[in-house]
């Protein structure tokens, strides 16, 4: 299994957030967040809907961590204050994957985790789309597996194949979702 830290801009939106905690139920990914990458979701999520009630959103930060016990890290805070990077305020999301000798930092802000300061520590920060389909290049039945039972369990409302995939599109997994244009009969 591939470790990975979720960046919060991942987790921010729940199509995406959803699609990736399902390949990591389905044993393809070991997640990784911290409090800090939980509350940045959050917040910003709340800012920008406020339709939405946080105590909803702390019910989905502890279905997180019970399905995914070992997904919430702690211990990773000394390490915070050693590093350097465009955006001190992602110091923590490095840190965490630091701690966890997770491989991958899944984030849609490249810029703030440069390749030069991530090398060293044996990490690569990808995008959503670049980290799925690196998945499907390793383990393409049961990315495609893992996809399908994902779709199948959304029931408010159920989506089409179609829907789906648009959906995913939405996300900017296009390259994901060329590839899973082609085995819609999986799906």
């Known amino acids: ?5 979720f960046d919060a801009c991942v987790l921010y939106s729940a199509p995406l957030r959803g699609f990736l905690l399902h390949l990591a139920s389905s044993q393809l990914i070991v997640p990784y967040w911290s409090e800090e990458i939980q509350e940045e979701w959050t917040r910003n999520l709340l800012q920008n809907r406020p339709d939405l009630v946080r105590e909803k ?12 016990p070992r997904g919430r890290i702690h211990g990773y805070e000394p390490i915070t204050s050693t590093l350097t990077l465009p ?5 923590h999301v490095l840190a965490v994957a630091i701690h966890t000798g997770a491989k991958y930092i899944v984030t849609f802000n490249l810029k703030d985790f440069p390749k030069t300061v991530l090398q060293p520590y044996g990490i690569e920060a990808l995008t959503p789309d670049t980290f799925v389909f690196q ?7 049961r ?3 893992a996809t399908r039972n994902h779709r199948l369990s959304l029931t408010r409302p159920p ?10 599109e939405k996300q900017g997994l296009t390259r994901t979702v060329t590839f899973l244009r082609k085995h819609e009969a999986e799906m």
Request: include cysteine.
């Open 1 to 5: 299994m591939i470790e990975a830290v």
């Open 57 to 68: 959103l702390e019910g989905t930060h502890r279905k997180m961590d019970f399905h995914f």
């Open 159 to 168: 989506k089409t194949v179609d829907e789906y995939l648009a959906t995913l």
């Open 87 to 91: 955006d001190p305020n992602d110091k």
């Open 135 to 141: 998945l499907i290049q390793k383990t393409p039945d």
């Open 143 to 145: 990315v495609c597996r």
